[in-house]
């Protein structure tokens, strides 16, 4: 219900970008657990250093306002940054079908933090969508938890 309303051909780039964007990062949470005791630091700057490249074939360079840059680079620390760290740490710690699970509620809620932060009201297909991937991943985590504390 995310994509819902979308034209398959306009947004078929876009959605096999979304498709790829899901894919890398389930197997990123499998490789930080197999590779517990490596660090990642390397890895992780090499592969923002490579998106960002990526991403100039795709922008205006120079365009963002001073404003927009403060935005862009809060984005980058916190959202990026500060998510990723605690996203490693935990991944090392769990499951990687847990960790992509959790991963994966970075989409449906990020209508939720936009409507928080700058005051956008997400449609209600939106609300729905995200309502009902949220509430199955919870549940699917509250069960697994459930499980795991039986004797």
């Given at each position: ?14 959605n ?15 490789c930080m ?19 960002s490249?990526?991403s ?14 403060v935005y862009l ?9 500060l998510?990723?760290?605690?996203y490693?740490a ?29 005051g956008?009201t997400p449609s209600?297909?939106?609300?729905v969508g995200?309502?009902?991937?949220t ?8 069960a697994m ?7």
């Open positions: 219900m995310l994509v819902w309303g979308t034209d398959l051909d306009s947004d078929l780039i876009g096999a970008l979304a498709f790829v964007m899901t894919f890398m990062t389930a197997f990123v949470a499998v657990r197999r590779y517990r005791e490596e660090s990642l630091l390397a890895s992780v700057c090499a592969a923002n250093v490579f998106v490249m990526v100039l074939c795709f922008a205006a360079p120079l365009s963002p306002s001073l404003r927009h840059l680079a809060l984005f980058g620390l916190v959202q990026v940054g998510a990723f760290a605690f490693s935990g991944a090392r710690r769990v499951p990687a079908s847990q960790a992509s699970l959790i991963g994966a509620l970075e989409t449906p809620l990020a209508p939720f933090w936009v409507w928080l932060a700058f956008e209600l297909s939106t609300l995200g309502g009902i991937i509430a199955s991943t919870v549940g699917y985590l509250l938890a459930g499980l795991a504390a039986r004797p």
